[in-house]
Structure formats: structure tokens, C-alpha cells
């Protein structure tokens, strides 16, 4: 509280991002969030942006409105405010400053965060993913496969997780003798079982092989995980990097597998480019995406430039090789990458999701996220410049594999039980360090933090809301035919997210959604099939036969499926105000509501949430950027459409 | 010539089919005066393969020993290939169908030999004229009026008979004003809003030239239009300079001295060989899998399509904004009027007009909009993307305008009451039917040519209730609203239902519309007003007077 100087500061402009609109209000500083309420009454919009959310606060030169602040979050959120008094710009200026900065983990949000939960609830809701349970289900333990202790004490391998599994014939001084050959000690462990072919998909980090070094127990490691699939010998080991970097890396004592000191492995580079490429590549698509009437030239020669989605087909096409390796030829795999914990982390997981229908449910795809990511030590404190930032180690990687999630998601529309608003609110919540789950960069460290004790699982809080995130042609049926995913990797598979990249910018959203709108008639079919139901068991409690009645009178209404209250799912109920507002904009063009208030306990839904999707500022930009002389006021207005 | 003396062999059997997901067939191959035929045999009854001749728009030889392979390209996009044992009866097939698939006459098209028994040839053809149009359209009578200057096709080659215009004009006027215009297309009525009485006009060019013509009775028609308003736009789909360019053949644009209360705008459209490359150079990269990710950003990005339907629905943005937001009148025009006029008049009349968002009003709007408005079909629509042949006046005008529609239904899913589905079936019409709907160039032309008379109406046999069902959006929800459509180009999107038409992807959106489909249906079925509701209210009819007792019992 000691770093805010100014708590609140009026009459600031809002500037809309792709128009010249704006809006007037209050700007409101508080501990964890800066608030921004519009003055006018009638549709007075909130927006709620975390702290943690902020990625950089710029100042901008003074013009004669006031001074402009621009705040760029990591959700891709942009603001961009004018404060009327120099002064208090600097303040709020150098407050954000300070508190987007934490400087210990006890000053996340995590820590002051209370959902109103007793200390049952929340150690439930950390109860909700188990993952000696998970490999249980994959049929691990086994004649083959074990669970060992040799990390129970982070001895061997500190950013492992204490429970591991390997092949049966992997001894204690294998194992240790293997991890003193790899990159900070990850040596190859069983991360996915595909019981069907017995065949194994491991991990571990890049091998300190340099030119010619060698290591007998790493080797044997390695035979291990090749005998205890019977039914291919061979292995298949996938070297996430590219050739180059990997040649690199030889000079530094590092580098990978011979192939002639491993018998039976067959070597593989993929070629997904680093931390940095991928983070030079996000800011460049960002920028593209941010310009103010972008023509449709600059829009995909913006999109081809910034070799995004080259990178996102790069970690398919490992996946698919991946689940290809293990689902046709029963072969075993394993994945490293450098340190083994962002590419072969992607490319692990993404390619358990093709193979395992499970993990496309929304239970199974927290446990997968918990497994692959969390557990396995993705540094998500560092990737996404938690704490103590240092900017070379934010990488959007978590992100990508997100987006191919989604890719997928619009390839197979019925093979997920979640649609992408649960991706994104995954996303939003792996910055907003509002749950524990994320914190840190290694289960060690989260359990030197107490997280159990002292912050909530991000799980329970999502379960809890899950009939936001359904997807609604999901179908089981589909699940059962088709239990490995194929996907296609042609280049025009692979779209441009525009939800994920400008969710905050509603204008691009359509303006009416089937997702949504398909969830609502089919809570609505399922609430009526229970009214009729209840009706019905109440009738024979008092002896009423419940044969059909003979209607006495006209229904009193009409029975209009309850209409989507929102585009965006994991949007708020719909509030009494809403509802009100709705009822306005039938009969008057509404002005601009941007975000739902987010309640005031913090707890962030999916922004962009309004029953109206408004602002057609995109207009406004194509149109007036043409140098008109401006008779007409070219500006397109209100949408008057309710969804 | 008879048809058939193209067919040197009709039949070969043992020949191989190859197409898209499914698997290679052998059977008999045959060629009609307008089909090609595929049979394996099997089913007797049934064919594997039936398309019209008129739908293939290049075929490619191959020879592979004494046999020979043809590999034929349609111009819905579907590619398939034929194995043919036997040189001669390969190169006999493929040029009957080069003969064939390209025939000039309108007369020897297929709609004149199309007879199915459940349609018959008397009775109405289309499914509104004009005056009925005008009839039907109550806000019109008081300002405007049907004129039937044109009744013979005299004033203007292109226009319909009969055309709406300002009730203070007279046919006198019409005349000369015709004749100020490049082929005779004065300014008519196109939409009149209904919340405001606004219109949309659209014309052709005037014929300013260079020492800047000018023409009173065309000034005239114009101010009646407006009718003491002081205020209309003009958007000119054409560049300023443009615009300007083509004074020095004869054309021009209307001055600002000349036309003092109309305001002008340019908005640069591209047009006729440029867009049809754009066609061409789309499908060539859908159809290569081979590309990078970059190499295929990098030919959409070339092929401008998306370019196309951006700047389209744009100016179609701007169109309704002048006349929903600003309250004003507009006149559309480019060069000719016959293309990106159509284009842009149509498409912000379907964000305008909920009427036209129904199946029904919105073939009405294609009817009123491009076949009587004389939107040269033939002509535009002789090849598509595949065909060698020297490009002459082939233009995708119409195709464009089926992709906009779709980019609006992508972003307003509730709005239309149609599906993607029409938007198919009429990409796949405009190039090769069996109806008479696209045929020919203009009224006049199907007039001389019979087309009413001895063809069937597509439109017409769209709307027969069971034919209509397919083409329903089960999520229609009608709204009086202007559905304006977000132009970003992030917003829009490849238009894969067409463009990647035949690949697998195509197959899960279908098993995923076919899902939501059941869910509206258990829906309907559910909460129709007549069943669940009914039982719903009655039972709790029933119930009301329990409850009142048992709360009085816990009472006691």
C-alpha cells in the first residue's frame, strides 16, 4: 500500500485502440489492481486489470489532452489512457512501476487472495489432480516400469518432481550415473504410457556429450527404456532443437546422442527454435496485430514475417511424429531439448494429447498440464516473468502450446470436451498469479513456498465454472473412433488466434457466437428435461397421475431459449444490471460497454464479457484513415445487436 | 452441328476413377451431349459420377503406355482423374469433353434439355418481377414509380424492363440521361431503407468525357432523388485518379459544380482480369499441400483474394453507414455497373435489410440485384480457376459476393436464416447448372433466347420445402438490426467450405454442423411451445393448489 501515491485520479480519458473513440472516467489504483470506471451512468463500463497482468507501462510525451499512459498486459490486453494532470501521471506512472515488480513471492496475489474458502475447500481443490493416480490410469506401475524413490529428497534431479518412473531395469547407480551425464542431472523418465503397444514416452535434457565424451550408465539408461518395450526394440530419441543448435551446443560440452555409442536408437532432430526466436517472434506478430488500419497486404505478410505460426506448425509436426512413432510402430520415444523443459515439454505433452483421448477432456487436460508442465519443472516463474524478471528468460512457450491446442480444436470441432475459453482462461491465469498452481519454477520450490497452505488451486476454481468452458458438439462417439488424432499439417490448417491475441479488442469478435449460443439450448434442454422430471416426482408424491395433461391453457409465454448472455463464455452470469442493459439496448442504441465489472473480490472471469459486442471502431479506422475530408462523420457507432 | 457429332466414342469400359477420399473405381466412362457419366457396374441403378460437361473448366492428357490418363478440373474445384486403356478412346474422350464443356450457344446448354418429372415448364419463372417488387414495397409509392421506358430494351440493353425511379422524373428524362450513361445505365432505385426512407441508387459511369460533358436531365433525376434534402453520396468504386483516367475515354464522374448537393467518394475496387487472377492464383496454392506454412502466407497474401472481400465489405460498411448512421442517400457506381456495383449495393442491403437475411429474400436479392440487373453471368463466368484458355471478360464478381455473405454469416451466425450450404450450392451453380437462372447476359438477351419459357428457375426450385431444409441455419434467430460486420482483416477469414472444399478438413466441419444441428432439433423439440411447455404450465397448474396446502399444513 506504502508504493501508492495517488489512489485515485478522475476525468481520464480511455482511448480505444483501433479507433479515435474514447471514453471518460475515473482511474482507481489499488494494491492488486488498477481500476478503471467510466463516468457515464447509464452504461458505466469497469475495467479490472491485475497487477501481475502488466507487462510494461510507458509514458508517453505530454499533448494538450494530458498526458498519455500506455499499458501493454500479458493477457495482449492494450490500454491506452490520458491522464489530464502531468503530476499525477508520473505518480501512477512510478506506483505501477513498483507494484508490478514484486520483489518476493509473498507479494503475489496468490498469497492475499481469498476466495472465501475454508481450509477443507482449498486443500480439496489441491486434492483435485492426482498424478500417482494419472500414471495409475496409463497402467504404470507395471511388469516393466517402476516407481522409484531416488528423487524423494530433489537429490538427484532438483527440478524433477519427487516421484518418477523408469524401466524396471534401471538400477539406483543407472540412474544417478545418467542424470550426472545430462543437462542439470534430467535424466530420461517415463512421463506417457501407451498401454495398448506397451510403448513409453520419456523425457530428459540434452546429453553432456560434447565431442566425444560418453557415459556407460547413461547408455544402459537408454537400453533399459528399449527392453522394456517388447514390442520394438528400437527407440526413437527426438531432439527437439535444431541441427545448428545442437552442433552448438557440442562446443560447450553439451550436445546429443551418438548413435553409434547407443545401440538401438534411431536419432531425430525436429528443429523447434528457441526461448528467444519464439519471444521475437510473439513481439512481432504483436506489433503487426496492433496497427491501426492494417490493410490486408500488411495484415499476412505481417502474419508470414513474423514466422508465428511457422513455430507452431514446427512443435505439430514434432507431435505428430511423436504419436506417430508410438500409435503405428509401438516404438518408444524420447524427447529432450536443451534442458528438457520448454520444447520437449511442448512436443510431450502435445503429443499425449493426440494420442490420449482423455487429455481432451477438461479433467484430463489439467492433469496433462499438471503432468507435463508443472510437474516437470516448465519454468513458469521465469517464462512468465513472474518475479525478479529477467527479460531473456520470458518465452511465450506455454502460450504456443496452448494455441496448438487450439489449432487442433478447430481441426477436430467434436474431439474436445472444452472450447478455447478454456484455453484462454488458462492463459490468463498463468500470468495473474492469482492461484498457486503456476508459481515458481519447479515443484521443490512450490513446496518451500507452502503453496497448499497458504493459495488456492486455479483447478477447483475452474471446475467450479465449467459449464463456461464446455464445448458443445464434443462427442464421445468421436472420442471412441477416432482415439489417436491425425492432424493435417498443411500450411492453411494453421490460423492466426485472433480470440486469444485480441481478446480485448471487441470489435473484431463476431458478433454473434454459435459456441455460445449451442451451450445455452443445450443447458436449456437439459434444465427442462430436469423441470419436467421434478414436475413429475412431485406430482406422484401427492398421488397425481403424471400421464400427459390435457393443456388447460395456453403456455403463459413464450418459450425462447434464454438467449446467450455473452459472446464470450466464463463470462459472468448475467448480472441484474445486464439484464437491464439488454432491455435498453432494444430500445436505443447503446453506448460502448467494455468489460463486466469483475467482482470485487478479484476473482477474474474471461473478460470481454458484455452481452453486446460493440464499438465498430474498425470502421472508423478503415474508413477515416483514407484522408476524407470528413463530411460524413465516419464513424460507425452502436451495435445494436443483443446476442 | 449436332451435339453428338462431338462424340466420336461415347462409351470406354475398364476405365479408372480417381478423386478426393475415395477410393480408385473401375468401370464404364460415357460421354452425352452435356454429361459425363461413371458407372462401376455394381449398381445398376445408380451412377458413381455424374457431372455436366459445362462444370469441367480444363482437362489434362496424359499418355502411359497404350493407355492414357485424363485429369479433369472442375470449376466447383473438384479435381478427379480418369485412367482410359487405349490411346485413341483416350484422346476421342477428351476432346468430346473440350468440344463440348465449352459450348457457345446458349440454346445448346443443358437447362434447355433439363426435364425432371416433378417440375413443370408453365407457370411464373423467378420469383418476383419489379412491379411486383414495387407493389410489395409500400414505402416506395409515394416518391417512386415503376417506369417501363425500357419495356423493349431500347434505353438500356442491360436493364430489366421495367425499373424504379423518382416518381417527378419522366420517361423523357430517363432517356437522356440514358444516354449521358455508359450503356444506357441511368441511375434506378436498388434498396429503399426501411427505417428511414433512405435509398440506394446505382447507375453506370456518366459520360463526362474529356471537356466535361454534362447532361441536365441526369442532374435533374439525381436532385429528385435527394428530393430537398441537401445531401447525397456518391461512391464511385473507382480511384480518384482513376476516375479521372477514364474522362479520356469517353467516361468520367460527376462534378462537384454540376452535382452540387451530392458529395463524392472514391474507393478503389479492383475489377475483371485482376480479380479472376486472384481467383486463379487462390486456388493454385489451396491446391499445392506441399507449401510451408510461410510460402502459403505468402501466396494468399499474392493472390489478393482476401484483399477483394476486404475492401468489398468496406465499402459496403460505408454505404450503410451513409445511409443508417448518416442518414443520406447514396448513389453506387464503378465503370460499367455491372460488377463491383452489384457487389457493394447488394452486400449493404444485406446488412441492412432483415428481409433480405430470410432464403426467400435473399434469392429475391440476387434475382433483383444480378440477374435482372444485368450482371453479365455469361460472360463472367465462362471459365474458372483451372482453365487455360486465354482470359476474356471472366470475372468472379458473383463468387466474391457469396464470400463476403459468408465472411457476415461467420461473424453474425444467428442472423441469416440460410446455411453455408446455399452459398455452395450457388457457387456451384453460377458455373454449370441445370437451371436457366444463370444463363445469358442480360433480360434482353434471355428473352430473345427463350430462357423463360423452356428452362427451369433455380431459385424457384431452391425454394420447394424439402429442398429448402437443407439449405436452413438451424440457429436462426431473426433480428431487425443492422448486422454491421467487423472489417479488421483479422476478422475475416479464408472461406475454406469452398476453397478447401475437398480435403478432409471439410468432413470433421460436417460431422461437427451435423451435431449442432441435432441439438436445435432436441431443442425445439423440447421446449416447442406445444409440448414440454404445455405439460410444463399444466402440471404447474396442478401443483399450485398442493403446494398452497402443504404450506398451509406446515403452517398448522
Known amino acids: ?643 | 452441328m449436332e451435339l453428338s457429332e462431338h462424340i466420336k466414342t461415347a462409351n470406354v469400359e475398364d476405365v479408372t476413377l480417381r478423386r478426393p477420399f475415395h477410393p480408385a473405381l473401375r468401370g464404364t466412362l460415357c460421354v452425352t451431349s452435356h454429361h459425363l457419366l461413371f458407372s462401376d457396374g455394381k449398381d445398376e441403378a445408380s451412377w458413381q459420377l455424374l457431372i455436366l460437361l459445362k462444370n469441367i473448366d480444363a482437362i489434362e492428357k496424359r499418355a502411359v503406355g497404350s493407355s492414357g490418363t485424363i485429369t479433369i478440373k472442375c470449376k466447383d474445384l473438384l479435381v478427379l482423374q480418369l485412367e482410359i486403356p487405349g490411346m485413341e478412346e483416350c484422346l476421342n474422350i477428351a476432346s468430346s469433353i473440350e468440344a463440348l464443356s465449352s459450348l457457345e450457344s446458349v440454346t445448346e446448354m443443358y437447362p434447355f434439355f433439363y426435364r425432371p418429372s416433378h417440375l413443370t415448364l408453365s407457370g411464373p419463372w423467378g420469383l418476383s418481377s419489379m412491379e411486383q417488387y414495387y407493389k410489395q414495397t409500400e414505402r416506395l409509392w409515394d416518391r417512386w414509380r415503376i417506369s417501363t421506358v425500357n419495356s423493349d430494351y431500347s434505353v438500356c440493353l442491360s436493364y430489366p424492363s421495367a425499373v424504379i425511379v423518382p416518381r417527378e422524373v419522366d420517361d423523357d428524362m430517363l432517356i437522356r440521361s440514358a444516354r449521358f450513361r455508359q450503356g444506357g445505365r441511368f441511375p434506378v432505385l436498388s434498396y429503399c431503407h426501411h427505417r428511414n426512407g433512405m435509398v440506394i441508387m446505382r447507375s453506370s459511369q456518366p459520360l463526362t468525357g474529356a471537356n466535361k460533358k454534362s447532361c441536365k436531365e441526369d442532374e435533374l433525376l439525381l436532385r429528385a432523388v435527394i428530393d430537398g434534402s441537401k445531401l447525397g453520396y456518391i461512391i464511385d468504386l473507382r480511384s480518384a485518379q482513376q476516375a479521372q483516367q477514364a474522362r479520356m475515354t469517353g467516361g468520367g464522374f460527376e462534378s462537384k459544380s454540376c452535382y452540387s448537393d451530392w458529395k463524392r467518394f472514391h474507393r478503389h475496387h479492383e475489377r475483371g482480369k485482376v480479380v479472376q487472377e486472384s481467383l486463379i492464383k487462390l486456388v493454385e496454392a489451396c491446391s499445392d499441400p506441399s507449401h510451408s506454412v510461410d510460402r502459403w502466407l505468402s501466396k494468399l497474401e499474392n493472390s489478393k483474394w482476401l484483399s477483394h472481400v476486404h475492401s468489398a465489405l468496406c465499402t459496403a460498411g460505408l454505404v450503410v453507414e451513409c445511409v443508417e448512421r448518416d442518414g443520406h442517400s447514396v448513389l453506387v457506381h464503378g465503370s460499367e455497373g455491372t460488377d463491383n456495383t452489384l457487389l457493394v449495393s447488394s452486400l449493404a442491403q444485406l446488412i441492412l435489410d432483415p428481409a433480405s437475411r430470410t432464403v426467400t429474400g435473399f434469392l429475391c436479392l440476387l434475382e433483383r440485384e444480378w440477374i435482372q440487373a444485368g450482371h453479365p453471368f455469361q460472360q463472367r463466368c465462362a471459365h474458372s480457376a483451372y482453365s487455360h484458355a486465354r482470359l476474356k471478360q471472366e470475372c468472379p464478381s458473383f463468387l466474391l459476393l457469396l464470400d463476403c455473405v459468408w465472411q457476415v454469416w461467420r461473424q453474425f451466425p444467428l442472423a441469416l436464416e440460410f446455411s453455408e450450404a446455399l452459398l455452395l450450392r450457388l457457387a456451384q451453380e453460377v458455373y454449370a447448372s441445370n437451371y436457366g437462372t444463370f444463363l445469358c447476359n442480360s433480360e434482353q438477351e434471355r428473352c430473345a433466347a427463350g430462357v423463360k419459357e423452356n428452362t427451369h428457375c433455380l431459385f424457384q426450385s431452391l425454394l420447394r420445402p424439402d429442398i429448402e431444409e437443407q439449405y436452413l441455419n438451424p440457429l436462426y434467430e431473426p433480428t431487425d438490426l443492422v448486422i454491421w460486420p467487423s472489417v479488421h482483416p483479422q476478422s475475416l477469414q479464408l472461406w475454406t467450405g469452398l476453397f478447401l472444399r475437398w480435403t478432409e478438413y471439410a468432413q470433421n466441419m460436417e460431422e461437427a454442423r451435423e451435431e449442432v444441428w441435432s441439438i436445435v432439433k432436441e431443442h425445439r423439440e423440447q421446449a416447442g411451445p406445444d409440448r414440454t411447455n404445455n405439460m410444463l404450465s399444466t402440471h404447474c397448474d396442478t401443483l399450485t393448489p398442493f403446494e398452497n396446502l402443504m404450506d398451509e399444513l406446515t403452517i398448522l
Open chain 1, 1 to 643: 500500500m506504502e508504493h501508492i501515491r495517488t489512489p485515485k485520479v478522475e476525468q481520464v480519458k480511455l482511448l480505444d485502440r483501433f479507433s479515435n473513440k474514447s471514453v471518460t472516467g475515473t482511474l482507481h489504483l489499488t494494491a492488486t489492481h488498477l481500476i478503471f470506471v467510466e463516468s457515464n451512468s447509464t452504461s458505466a463500463q469497469e475495467i479490472w486489470i491485475l497487477h501481475h497482468h502488466i507487462a510494461s507501462v510507458e509514458k508517453l510525451s505530454l499533448t494538450t489532452s494530458g498526458c498519455p499512459l500506455l499499458i501493454q498486459c500479458r493477457n495482449f490486453r492494450l490500454v491506452h489512457f490520458v491522464i489530464p494532470r502531468e503530476r499525477d501521471c508520473h505518480d501512477i506512472y512510478s506506483s505501477l512501476l513498483r507494484l508490478l515488480r514484486p520483489v518476493s513471492y509473498d507479494e503475489l496475489y496468490a498469497f492475499s487472495y481469498n476466495p472465501k474458502q475454508n481450509d477443507q475447500q482449498r486443500e480439496e481443490g489441491w486434492q483435485l489432480i492426482d498424478l500417482a493416480a494419472e500414471f495409475e490410469r496409463m497402467g504404470v506401475p507395471c511388469d516393466q516400469w517402476q516407481l522409484t524413490d531416488v528423487n524423494r529428497e530433489y537429490k538427484v534431479c532438483e527440478t524433477y518432481p519427487r516421484d518418477l518412473y523408469v524401466p524396471i531395469t534401471a538400477s539406483k547407480p543407472i540412474i544417478v550415473g545418467s542424470s550426472k551425464f545430462r543437462s542439470k542431472g534430467r535424466f530420461p523418465v517415463l512421463t506417457y504410457f501407451y498401454q495398448e503397444k506397451k510403448a513409453a514416452v520419456c523425457r530428459c535434457s540434452q546429453p553432456l556429450s560434447g565431442f566425444s565424451a560418453r557415459c556407460l550408465e547413461d547408455e544402459h539408461m537408454l537400453q533399459a527404456i528399449s527392453k522394456a518395450n517388447h514390442n520394438s526394440r528400437c527407440i526413437y530419441v527426438m531432439d527437439t532443437r535444431p541441427k545448428l543448435n545442437a552442433l552448438a551446443n557440442r562446443a560447450a560440452g553439451k550436445g546429443y546422442e551418438n548413435e553409434d555409442n547407443y545401440p538401438n536408437i534411431r536419432f531425430q532432430f525436429v528443429g523447434i527454435e528457441n526461448i528467444h526466436v519464439m519471444r521475437g517472434s510473439l513481439q512481432k506478430l504483436l506489433e503487426v496485430m496492433g496497427t491501426r488500419s492494417l490493410s490486408m497486404t500488411d495484415y499476412l505478410v505481417g502474419l508470414e514475417n513474423s514466422g508465428w505460426l511457422r513455430h507452431i506448425k514446427a512443435i505439430m509436426d514434432a507431435a505428430i511424429f511423436l504419436a506417430k512413432a508410438v500409435t503405428v510402430e509401438g516404438a518408444s520415444v524420447l524427447v529432450h531439448c536443451s534442458d528438457g523443459w520448454d520444447r520437449t515439454a511442448q512436443v510431450c505433452a502435445l503429443g499425449s494429447l493426440l494420442m490420449d483421448p482423455y487429455y481432451r477432456t477438461i479433467k484430463g487436460f489439467m492433469v496433462l498440464i499438471e503432468k507435463d508442465w508443472i510437474s516437470f519443472g516448465h519454468k513458469f516463474a521465469d517464462r512468465c516473468d513472474q518475479l525478479d524478471p529477467d527479460p531473456k528468460e520470458v518465452s511465450p512457450i506455454f502460450t504456443q502450446f496452448l494455441e496448438c491446442v487450439w489449432q487442433l480444436t478447430e481441426q477436430f470441432p467434436q474431439a474436445f470436451e472444452f472450447s478455447e475459453w478454456f484455453l484462454i482462461q488458462i492463459h490468463e491465469h498463468v500470468h495473474s498469479c492469482q492461484f498457486g498452481n503456476f508459481l515458481g519454477n519447479s515443484q521443490r520450490q512450490r513446496e518451500d513456498l507452502q503453496l497448499k497452505e497458504r493459495t488456492y488451486s486455479l483447478w477447483a476454481h475452474l471446475l467450479s465454472e465449467k459449464q463456461n468452458y464446455l464445448n458443445p458438439v464434443y462427442s464421445l462417439s468421436f472420442a471412441e473412433s477416432h482415439p489417436v488424432l491425425e492432424p493435417s499439417t498443411q500450411a492453411y490448417h494453421f490460423k492466426f488466434w485472433r480470440n486469444m491475441y485480441h481478446q480485448y479488442d471487441r470489435s473484431m469478435h463476431p458478433r454473434q457466437s454459435i459456441l455460445k449460443h449451442v451451450l445455452t439450448l443445450k443447458e436449456s434442454n437439459r434444465e427442462l428435461e430436469g423441470t419436467v422430471q421434478a414436475l413429475k416426482t412431485k406430482l406422484q408424491a401427492f398421488g397425481v397421475s403424471t400421464s400427459p395433461l390435457k393443456p388447460q391453457t395456453p403456455p403463459r409465454e413464450r418459450s425462447l431459449p434464454s438467449r446467450p448472455q455473452s459472446l464470450i463464455l466464463g463470462a459472468p452470469l448475467l448480472s441484474r444490471k445486464e439484464v437491464q442493459q439488454e432491455e435498453d439496448e432494444e430500445v436505443l442504441g447503446e453506448e460502448a460497454r467494455e468489460d463486466a465489472p469483475a467482482s470485487t473480490d478479484g476473482e477474474r472471469t474471461v473478460e470481454g464479457s458484455s452481452a453486446t459486442e460493440n464499438g465498430y471502431g474498425e470502421l472508423t479506422g478503415s474508413f477515416g484513415s483514407k484522408n476524407e475530408p470528413a463530411v460524413v462523420t465516419l464513424e460507425f457507432g452502436v451495435a445494436r445487436m443483443t446476442c
